[in-house]
């Protein structure tokens, strides 16, 4: 068989989860092999959806997912790089005070 794949993928076999924008919740996958492009993916369900959020750790890191394969429960993914507005330092919502030019102003932080 001729290895197709850009980068090779290192075996973890590493529980994860899976986010759907149509379905509520998280849901259980085995992360069977990785790379910085992409991966291997089984779920105890057939995976309808052609994109999803891949999480290892709570949803605090993720992978944005684009499925390049499916066969039964198991398949590939690639990662999808999405730039996302920059957070403010400050990003409460509630009022802060900046000094500007020996005065003050009163600003409100962006929501």
Same mark, same amino acid.
């Given at each position: 068989?001729?290895e197709?794949?850009?980068?090779?993928?290192?075996p973890?076999?590493?529980?994860?989860? $899976? !986010? #759907? &924008?149509?379905?509520? +919740?998280?849901?259980? %996958?085995? @992360?069977?092999?990785?790379?910085?492009?992409?991966?291997?993916?089984?779920?105890?369900?057939?995976i309808?959806a052609?994109?999803?959020v $891949? !999480? #290892? &750790?709570?949803?605090? +890191?993720?992978?944005? %997912?684009? @499925?390049v394969?499916?066969?039964?429960?198991?398949?590939?993914?690639?990662?999808?790089l999405?730039?996302?507005?920059?957070?403010?330092?400050?990003d409460s919502g509630?009022?802060?005070?900046?000094?500007r030019?020996?005065?003050?102003?009163?600003?409100?932080?962006r929501r």
């Amino acid at each position: 068989m001729i290895e197709r794949r850009a980068m090779k993928r290192i075996p973890i076999n590493r529980a994860a989860l $899976l !986010s #759907f &924008d149509e379905i509520r +919740g998280t849901h259980p %996958c085995m @992360v069977r092999d990785i790379s910085a492009l992409g991966a291997c993916i089984s779920a105890p369900y057939y995976i309808f959806a052609n994109e999803f959020v $891949l !999480s #290892f &750790d709570g949803h605090s +890191g993720i992978f944005i %997912c684009r @499925v390049v394969w499916k066969k039964e429960t198991l398949c590939g993914v690639s990662f999808l790089l999405r730039r996302r507005a920059p957070k403010l330092a400050n990003d409460s919502g509630e009022p802060t005070n900046v000094v500007r030019l020996d005065r003050q102003i009163g600003c409100r932080g962006r929501r």
